[in-house]
């Protein structure tokens, strides 16, 4: 079975940096895409970026790109997200997913499965 578990969340103050790990089971890199979403409180999901699992061309939200950088580690199944310059409007739960069709982009109904959400929390 597909599983994704993320990992990371916490308090951080603003302008600092955290980094949110998605371990993986059931699929392989290169077969689907990866996207990293987050919700802040009374808000809809926001997608942050979407990493195409057969190129590792990665691409981001406008809200986050220059700031959050993915990485995978494919020996552990992983995927990364370094989340610098933290501001408080960055606070959420951030949810890791995948699309098996490995189409990617930021809109959640293109993903298939999803993990359970960390928190992250940004004070001022």
């Known amino acids: 079975e597909v599983q994704l578990v993320e990992s990371g969340g916490g308090l951080v103050q603003a302008g600092g940096s955290l980094t949110l790990a998605c371990e993986v089971s059931?699929?392989?890199?290169?077969?689907?895409?990866i996207g990293w979403f987050r919700q802040a409180s009374g808000k809809d999901r926001e997608g942050l970026s979407s990493?195409?699992?057969?190129?590792?061309?990665?691409i981001y939200a406008d809200s986050v790109r220059g700031r959050f950088t993915v990485s995978s580690d494919n020996a552990k199944n992983t995927i990364y997200l370094q989340m610098n310059n933290l501001k408080p409007e960055d606070t959420g739960v951030y949810f890791c997913a995948a699309d098996r069709a490995n189409w990617g982009g930021l809109g959640v109904m293109s993903y298939d499965y999803w993990g359970q959400g960390t928190q992250v929390t940004v004070s001022s």
């Open positions: 990493f195409n699992g057969r190129n590792g061309y990665t």
């Open positions: 059931g699929f392989t890199f290169g077969a689907y895409a």
